[in-house]
């Protein structure tokens, strides 16, 4: 398996423009985690889905923020407009269940915002 | 208010020593995990304790579970270069789907 596979690696834009992070998960997983990481804030668990079913969004900085799971082999965050402040690094990660469940995570979206 | 406290946040040390790196909560958690992540990647689960007082030995990795599941260590022995990275600790606070991570403790081992 090619384990958690996220595009693009690297993504500048500048500000007021949108942006779309895409993530496939790994084969037969049921669960599906964005996470940001800054210098800051380190880690923060933005949402996650269940079976493709968003089950906890609070992690979501604002309205500007919006995650979808389409299917269970696909995942976008999409942030329209952005802001500089969300320059970070996103991460995807999947895993077969939820709770002490191994998770296996990708290798990242680091996004400028200029 | 950060729920797992992770020290020290930077640590450099010499190949062949020792060191401990600690996370700490006023939480109970159902597990803690232990991941390491190198620059341009993801983190890598390394270990899973959930019982209280657990020890668990990865090679020179030795990870131990507070008695009360509320804090973890993890100690290596004859630190290398290859060791070098951003150590996560991660609680599940609620036997449930979410983790929480510390801040990290950023190890450089120098030759």
């Known amino acids: 398996d090619a384990g958690v596979i996220q595009s693009p690696r690297h993504e500048v834009t500048e500000m007021g423009q949108e942006v779309t992070l895409r993530c496939k998960p790994i084969s037969g997983h049921d669960y599906l985690f964005w996470y940001r990481q800054t210098m800051m804030r380190g880690l923060e668990l933005l949402i996650y889905f269940n079976n493709n079913v968003p089950i906890d969004d609070s992690g979501m900085p604002e309205d500007r923020f919006s995650a979808k799971m389409p299917n269970a082999s696909f995942s976008t965050l999409k942030i329209q407009p952005s802001e500089p402040r969300d320059s970070a690094v996103y991460f995807c990660?999947?895993?077969?269940?939820?709770?002490?469940?191994?998770?296996?995570f990708g290798s990242g979206t680091q996004l400028s915002v200029l | 208010t950060q729920l797992l406290e992770q020290s020290p946040q930077f640590l450099s040390i010499q190949e062949g020593e020792n060191l401990t790196v600690y996370c700490n909560s006023s939480s109970v958690f159902s597990s803690l995990q232990w991941y390491r992540q190198e620059p341009g990647e993801g983190p890598v689960l390394l270990v899973t304790?959930?019982?209280?007082?657990e020890v668990k030995k990865l090679k020179r990795l030795t990870f131990q579970f507070g008695d009360a599941r509320k804090d973890s260590s993890l100690h290596i022995t004859a630190a290398q270069p290859g060791d070098t990275g951003l150590y996560l600790c991660a609680g599940d606070e609620t036997s449930g789907s979410r983790l929480t991570f510390g801040e990290g403790t950023q190890l450089t081992v120098n030759p």
């Open positions: 990660a999947s895993s077969l269940a939820g709770g002490e469940e191994k998770l296996f």
């Open positions: 304790v959930v019982t209280g007082g």
